[in-house]
């Protein structure tokens, strides 16, 4: 064997342990296998491939679940001959009638374990400690193959971690790994293959290989998803709507174009959102109603919310205001949009305003146009940017074996050092304000525009900033 063939690994374990739960996360396939919580649902060793560069690194066999491993081990104990090793005890019980009978599940986990270069044996650490599971360890020790314990669900409040590793000590497996295949630490994988090579030293290049690939993905799939976030927010930045004051005045017609530009907002908001998920691996859907704003691949989120609006006002008082770019061209705030006369005059009027000159900016700007424009406040951006980034950082800490629906847990921390890279993020959108031709629904190619590419690429370095001080703040 050539050390570029891929890795192969049994991933082990009583029935129902998170087997087909961990290889879903460990190779992003959401729909590899079958995930049920009724026991027994993996009867066959089914195969799947983690491909690093193009290749296939690591073979995974997901194998049916222990079922009745005490019998079985009474079942070898009685063979006459003892001078057998362990591994000849299994091999003899391979070709024997019982292999095929009523222990036939046990007979495909110890057939592929003695196929392969090492197991993982995913435990539930919720489980207590009882006699089944010292018969199953001492099953896998006598195919003598490395063996990687792995407590799972140890996020779990009824996790009993302590006991489990007692437990392993005494036969030996003190290289334990701590996951969760419905909510991975970050960096669990790359720790987990780290632990591995440890075992199998004679692939420890290749697994090393591995986990610097995942660790380099990671920051990739990081990188293009804060870009992504920092897209809409330059796009709502830029986003402006005319009106002439005569129409504006009808209210009926002034609430059919307040409501046209929330629903553009909406929209750009809930295609980022789709957009992360694909990115994540994962399908449209996946989140829950609370505390993420999506449900059922749509966004229930109210950006526009007085309740929210008002959040954001209080957190942008509170020393981590945007700057003086906060509302410059807001003649009156509505809704949570900003209404500016005369903005065609772009940042030479803001700017008037931002020093000191707002009263003369605005009778300036009326009189030369009697045009009303709507723009998209910056405490909804805010607002997005908060909620956009809290649906990253779920989906970073999400397996792709969990069957319950996203949710992001407990509200962000609303303290200073949490909310300023926000604030700053949002501030770094701003130069959009002066170019409605950056929106993505305009006529121009706005995204070959250098000037607009530097700017959500200061936006994207600033939402890296503000998901790191959320991670620090959790």
Not at 23 to 52: D, I, K, M
Not at 58 to 83: I, S, Y
Not at 396 to 415: C, K, L, M, W
């Amino acid at each position: 064997m050539t050390t570029t063939e891929p890795i192969r690994i049994a991933v082990v374990g009583h029935t129902n342990a998170g087997k087909t739960s961990l290889l879903r996360t460990l190779t992003r396939r959401v729909n590899f296998g079958e995930v049920s919580q009724q026991p027994g649902t993996t009867r066959h060793v089914e195969a799947v491939e983690l491909q690093v560069s193009g290749r296939a690194a690591v073979r995974f066999l997901d194998t049916p679940g222990l079922e009745d491993a005490v019998a079985l081990r009474e079942h070898l104990a009685a063979f006459d001959d003892k001078d057998l090793t362990p591994p000849e005890r299994v091999r003899r019980f391979l070709h024997g009638p019982e292999a095929h009978g009523v222990f036939e599940q046990e007979a495909k986990v110890l057939r592929a374990l003695l196929e392969v270069d090492a197991a993982f044996l995913v435990i539930d650490a919720r489980e207590p400690v009882l006699p089944k599971f010292r018969a199953e360890i001492e099953l896998l020790n006598a195919c003598a193959r490395p063996v990687l314990p792995v407590l799972n669900f140890v996020r779990d409040a009824a996790t009993r971690e302590a006991a489990w590793k007692e437990l392993l000590s005494a036969y030996g497996l003190h290289v334990v790994v701590r996951f969760d295949a419905a909510a991975p630490f970050v960096g669990a994988e790359r720790e987990l293959y780290r632990d591995l090579a440890t075992l199998l030293r004679d692939r420890r290049a290749q697994l090393d290989g591995v986990a610097a690939y995942l660790e380099a993905e990671f920051a990739q799939r990081r990188r293009a998803a804060t870009t992504r976030v920092a897209e809409l927010l330059v796009d709502a930045a830029a986003m402006r709507r005319s009106v002439s004051a005569v129409e504006f005045a009808v209210e009926s017609s002034r609430q059919r174009l307040i409501a046209a530009l929330q629903k553009d907002v909406f929209d750009k908001a809930q295609r980022c959102a789709d957009d992360l998920l694909a990115l994540y691996g994962f399908r449209e859907g996946d989140a829950d109603e609370a505390p993420l704003p999506m449900v059922e691949g749509r966004w229930t989120m109210d950006f526009f919310h007085p309740e929210a609006l008002k959040d954001a006002s209080v957190l942008l008082g509170k020393g981590v205001a945007v700057g003086a770019a906060v509302g410059v061209v807001a003649d009156l705030a509505l809704h949570g949009l900003s209404l500016g006369a005369g903005a065609a005059l772009g940042g030479a009027i803001g700017g008037a305003v931002s020093q000191g000159l707002g009263p003369l900016g605005r009778k300036l700007a009326n009189k030369l146009r009697d045009v009303h424009e709507l723009t998209v406040e910056d405490r909804v951006l805010f607002v997005i940017a908060s909620w956009q980034l809290k649906l990253l950082r779920a989906l970073e800490q999400r397996g792709h074996a969990a069957v319950d629906r996203i949710a992001a847990g407990a509200a962000a921390s609303s303290t200073e050092a949490a909310q300023r890279p926000l604030a700053e993020l949002v501030r770094a959108a701003q130069p959009a304000r002066s170019h409605p031709d950056w929106e993505s629904s305009a006529r121009l190619r706005w995204r070959e525009a250098p000037q607009r590419q530097d700017v959500v690429a200061r936006v994207a370095e600033r939402a890296a900033a503000a998901i790191e001080a959320l991670e620090t703040a959790a």
